[in-house]
Structures are given as structure tokens and as C-alpha cells.
């Protein structure tokens, strides 16, 4: 059963003033799983083609920050939730990977939006929660645009060293691990990482409560992109740290689907490309929007 409540949405206070504007008229809404809620944030007009974006692990809407402006701009409603277990959503009731989301999140798109089928951003893990959403819910997608999507299993921690934030006693010290954090995965140059984006890294991943995912260290992605019945294409950084090293092997397991329709590299860029080269990935992104 689920339930919708509407106000105005929260951002974060250290938005830069032009971004926070450009963001300011979202809404805020809320539905219920279980006894779990999902956050959803919305742009646009209800008379607009929807486009939903689905942020990535450790994160929230604010994933998509640099991008949700231009895709109002492309005349669409976009619709962002927080996913459970991430931001200001509950855990999902069913478990704590990718799989226990897709429920809670088709229970809100038919509530929210409709039966659809809707086109569908998604990042990194919220990639694999769109290709399990697409295989398992047909009618809810038409298309998807896949970012950094885990198409080969990672290894254990991601397959990079990270810090831990357990011996980290300080702001100083644990705003030096979020950092650290961000260089070894998200972003490609350390020079990109101002204090703006330790203080995002720090916000979102105080509020997952999804850290035991081990889906993306199996073929479940794989298995999910090859039951695709709709079309996709694929963007990744070209640095990507996760994947830089086997572009060949990323490409096959995408290319095994029928519907696999284009891939892309994004240059000087590393997993977190829509944010680190938000100019480059909106137009792309533009693209995608308008060929539909």
C-alpha cells in the first residue's frame, strides 16, 4: 500500500546560488512500502514527457544535481527519488541490495506517474536497479540510458583500497576520507573535488543504510541486461577506474543484448562522469532526451 504526501523539496544549504536556483522549484513527495518510505523529488510540468533518474550507491537525487536543470530545460518532467535505503528514504523491507529496491520503487512510479513505460536515467548502482526493473517490469520502461552500469561483476570493496572513516575523529580528519574516497572511485582529476563535493560525498553517505550490497560483485547485471526488452545505450567516464582497464569485455556484455542501440565514452572523466563533466554529459544527455 502506498501513500502520497506533497511539500516543497530540501536542498542542500551549500548549493552554489545559481545551481539552488535552478533547482528551487522542485517538489517533494513521499510513498509508502510496507511501512518504508520513499523521498521522490520533481521537476517539470505534469504535462511533460517524463524522464526518471536513479542515482548511484552512497548517494541521493543530489546525484544528478548538475544534470535535472537541463533536462527541464528539454521540456520533461523529471522525477528523482531518493532510493531506499539511501538519502531520506527508509530501507527497503525486502533486503539490502539492489533486488529489495525494485519493488518499492515500481509501487511509486505507477502511483506517482502511471503505468507508464518511461524513459529512465540511472547511475552506477541505480543502473542495476534499472535493468532489474526493466527485466522484471516490462511495461514501466521504454527506454533506458545507463551510466556506468556494472555490466561485468566488480571485486570485493570495488576492487580499489579506500580509507576508512573508523579512525577518522575529526571533521578535519573524516572530511580527508571523504575526499580520499572520491579520488580513488568517483572523480578522474582530485583537482575537480572542492569542498562543496567533500561536503555532498559526507551528507549522502551518512544516510546509506544499504553498505552490505554484493549484487554488483555477481553476473546479476549481466543476467538483467540480456532479459531487456526495451532499448539502452551506456555512458561512462573514459577513466573510470572501475572499468578503464577492460573496455573490451564492457562492451561484449553489452553487446549481447539485441537492444543494446550505442555506447559512450565521455573523455577525462571517471565514474561519477555526469558531475565531473556535466557539459559534456548534457549534451549527450540532451541528445538521448530528444531522439525519443
Not at 16 to 24: G, H, S, V
Not at 52 to 62: A, D, I, K, R
Not at 84 to 103: I, L, Y
Not at 267 to 280: F, I, K, L
Amino acid at each position: 500500500m502506498s501513500s502520497l504526501t506533497i511539500r516543497p523539496a530540501h536542498l542542500p544549504h551549500f548549493l552554489p546560488a545559481d545551481l539552488a536556483a535552478a533547482l528551487a522549484r522542485a517538489q517533494r513527495c513521499v510513498t509508502t512500502h510496507g511501512k518504508a518510505q520513499t523521498v521522490w523529488h520533481v521537476w517539470g510540468e505534469a504535462s511533460q514527457p517524463v524522464v526518471v533518474l536513479l542515482h548511484g550507491g552512497s548517494g541521493s537525487w543530489t546525484h544528478w544535481m548538475r544534470n535535472i536543470p537541463t533536462l527541464v530545460a528539454c521540456g520533461r518532467q523529471v522525477w528523482v527519488p531518493d532510493l531506499p535505503g539511501f538519502g531520506d528514504s527508509n530501507r527497503p523491507p525486502g533486503g539490502g541490495d539492489a533486488d529489495a529496491v525494485v519493488a518499492p520503487l515500481a509501487l511509486g512510479l505507477r502511483q506517482l506517474i502511471g503505468p507508464g513505460p518511461h524513459a529512465v536515467v540511472a547511475f552506477s548502482f541505480g543502473s542495476l536497479v534499472a535493468v532489474l526493473l526493466g527485466a522484471q517490469h516490462p511495461d514501466l520502461v521504454a527506454r533506458l540510458l545507463l551510466v556506468g552500469l556494472p555490466v561485468l561483476p566488480l571485486g570485493h570493496g570495488r576492487g580499489v583500497a579506500l580509507p576508512s572513516l573508523r579512525e577518522a575523529t575529526t571533521p578535519e580528519a573524516r572530511a580527508a576520507v571523504h575526499r580520499a574516497g572520491l579520488a580513488a572511485i568517483m572523480l578522474h582529476q582530485a583537482s575537480r573535488i572542492d569542498d562543496d563535493t567533500v561536503a555532498l560525498q559526507a551528507l549522502n553517505a551518512a544516510r546509506d543504510r544499504m553498505r552490505a550490497r554484493k549484487l554488483v560483485t555477481t553476473d546479476a547485471c549481466a543476467n538483467a541486461v540480456r532479459a531487456l526488452q526495451c532499448g539502452f545505450e551506456c555512458v561512462w567516464g573514459s577513466e573510470d577506474v572501475l572499468y578503464r582497464d577492460r573496455w573490451a569485455e564492457v562492451h561484449a556484455a553489452c553487446e549481447a543484448s539485441p537492444h543494446c542501440a550505442r555506447l559512450n565514452l565521455i573523455p577525462d572523466a571517471g565514474h561519477w562522469v555526469q558531475y565531473e563533466q556535466a557539459d559534456g554529459f548534457n549534451r549527450l544527455l540532451a541528445e538521448w532526451t530528444h531522439r525519443a
